[in-house]
């Protein structure tokens, strides 16, 4: 099964500052069809997941541009330039490529 | 606009059986695939199940092979997880996902499933 490490678990960040949460794969998750099936979902408390990216880096529809994400291979990322309060929550990548799908443990990000 | 809205959680014993629905409008649900995911208390999310969009492929996370299974009925517009053989380690809640790029892109607000004796 494919295991996805994300870190920090925990991401204690400030109003308008940047934030990142990195997510790495055991092993790689290029498909055969020639597209890597990562995505990233955001879970507020309370609420259902949502998905902001999926295929690495590509945002999904009314998801603010200040989300980004990037990576290839193994090793992926995702970016929130100015975070805002409405951006607390659990955010998880998931990998698609490989059956069974899996996510990442879950990164926590908190308003310091 | 799209929804999800599942049903049938519950309180069940160890050993039980439970059937989860999910209605599904706002969408082509006969061309989508579909899949089931869960949260657990005070845990991460965890995939449970994907399927075809015609319910002939079907793919399940380990530990519940074997003894949940999904099912469709399109004319319905709807999905079903039945769950047989429910462990304390089943409770969660579960959330029906319409799939696009081998991930959902929308979820509905989830169904609690409690395994208590």
């Known amino acids: 099964d494919v295991v996805l490490t994300q870190s920090p678990l925990s991401l204690p960040v400030t109003l308008g500052q940047p934030a990142s949460i990195s997510c790495r794969s055991s092993?790689?998750?290029?498909?055969?069809?020639?597209?890597?099936?990562l995505s990233w979902f955001q879970q507020r408390p309370g609420q259902s997941p949502r998905r902001l990216i999926y295929?690495?880096?590509n945002r999904d529809s009314g998801v603010p541009d200040r989300f980004s994400g990037s990576g290839s291979g193994t090793d992926f990322t995702l970016k929130i330039s100015r975070v805002e309060a409405d951006d607390v929550g659990v955010y998880y990548c998931?990998?698609?490529?490989?059956?069974?799908?899996?996510f990442g443990q879950g990164t926590k990000v908190e308003i310091k | 606009d799209v929804q999800l809205v599942e049903s049938g959680g519950g309180l069940v014993q160890p050993g039980g059986s439970l059937r989860l629905s999910c209605a599904a409008s706002?969408?082509?649900?006969?061309?989508?695939?579909m899949s089931w995911v869960r949260r657990a208390p005070g845990r991460g999310l965890e995939w449970v199940a994907t399927f075809s969009e015609d319910g002939s492929d079907k793919f399940y996370m380990d530990s519940v092979k074997g003894r949940f299974s999904v099912s469709r009925d399109n004319a319905k517009s709807s999905m079903y997880l039945q769950m047989n053989s429910l462990r304390a380690e089943d409770t969660a809640v579960y959330y029906c996902?319409?799939?696009?790029?081998?991930?959902?892109?929308?979820w509905g607000r989830g169904t609690p499933v409690t395994v208590s004796s």
């Open positions: 706002g969408f082509t649900f006969s061309l989508s695939w």
């Open positions: 092993q790689s998750l290029v498909h055969n069809d020639g597209n890597t099936y």
């Open positions: 998931m990998q698609g490529t490989h059956w069974q799908w899996t």
């Open positions: 295929k690495v880096s």
């Open positions: 996902g319409k799939n696009t790029f081998h991930g959902a892109d929308f």
